[in-house]
């Protein structure tokens, strides 16, 4: 089944304890992204990823690092988390040709930052 | 800088009653629109899409049409049922080198039997 998998899909943490969390897609998608959701807010863009060692900032990139050492992986980094970087996560990845403008989300990621 | 106004929530409606959530947006040049759908404790899920102005979506009895003059984006849907209980989410994109979905902030509805 073609999909796109998050890893942990729960999770409370403390201040300042660095946290990853994992996204893969079996799709060979090149373009994969992370969102972050908020209430009232609706989602927004984190970081982005064109390709294998490619990767840009979004609209709201301060806290977070990514890296894109494999196709299939797009992991979300967080060295040093605050409360403000509670929030639900999705990472999604897009295809070629007719798929080009779809994304695929992944189910969410829960975090709570105490 | 473009932007989605959707509707604000939630919109309770029974079972069989008629759907219509708002979505207007703001963008420079000429962007894809779509509705995503997301269930509770799930992803979203793409419902529908327009690429270009008078473009109708469709998808499981759900509609909207790519209104240029008017800048919106109206979902709707005839006869709506429990199990579209869900959060709505209109989003465009102009599918540039980012691919970044600008989202609106998203519309609760909730369908009573």
């Known amino acids: 089944e073609a999909q796109v998998t998050q890893n942990p899909r729960y999770l409370i943490t403390v201040t300042g304890k660095k946290l990853t969390v994992t996204c893969s897609q079996n799709?060979?998608?090149?373009?994969m992204s992370w969102y972050r959701q908020d209430p009232g807010l609706g989602l927004r863009q984190i970081y982005y990823?064109?390709?294998?060692?490619?990767?840009d900032k979004g609209d709201v990139p301060e806290g977070y690092k990514v890296s894109r050492k494999e196709k299939r992986n797009f992991p979300l980094i967080l060295e040093s988390p605050s409360p403000n970087q509670t929030s639900l996560y999705f990472c999604?990845?897009?295809?070629?040709?007719?798929?080009?403008?779809?994304?695929?989300f992944g189910a969410g990621s829960r975090l709570t930052v105490l | 800088g473009n932007s989605v106004t959707q509707m604000e929530g939630p919109v309770t409606l029974s079972e069989e009653a008629f759907l219509t959530i708002n979505c207007t947006y703001t963008?420079?040049?000429?962007?894809?629109l779509f509705w995503y759908v997301q269930y509770p404790g799930e992803g979203l899920q793409l419902l529908l899409k327009?690429?270009?102005?008078?473009d109708k979506g469709s998808n499981k009895g759900f509609e909207a049409t790519y209104r240029k003059e008017t800048t919106s984006f109206h979902l709707e849907k005839g006869s709506v049922q429990v199990s579209d209980s869900a959060v709505y989410f209109c989003?465009?994109?102009?599918?540039?080198?980012?691919?970044?979905?600008?989202f609106g902030s998203g519309t609760r509805l909730l369908v009573r039997p």
């Open positions: 799709m060979n998608h090149e373009y």
């Open positions: 963008a420079t040049g000429y962007p894809s």
């Open positions: 327009a690429t270009k102005a008078d």
């Open positions: 989003a465009l994109s102009l599918m540039d080198s980012s691919y970044k979905l600008i």
């Open positions: 999604a990845s897009r295809g070629q040709g007719a798929g080009a403008n779809v994304l695929t």
């Open positions: 990823s064109m390709n294998v060692e490619v990767t």
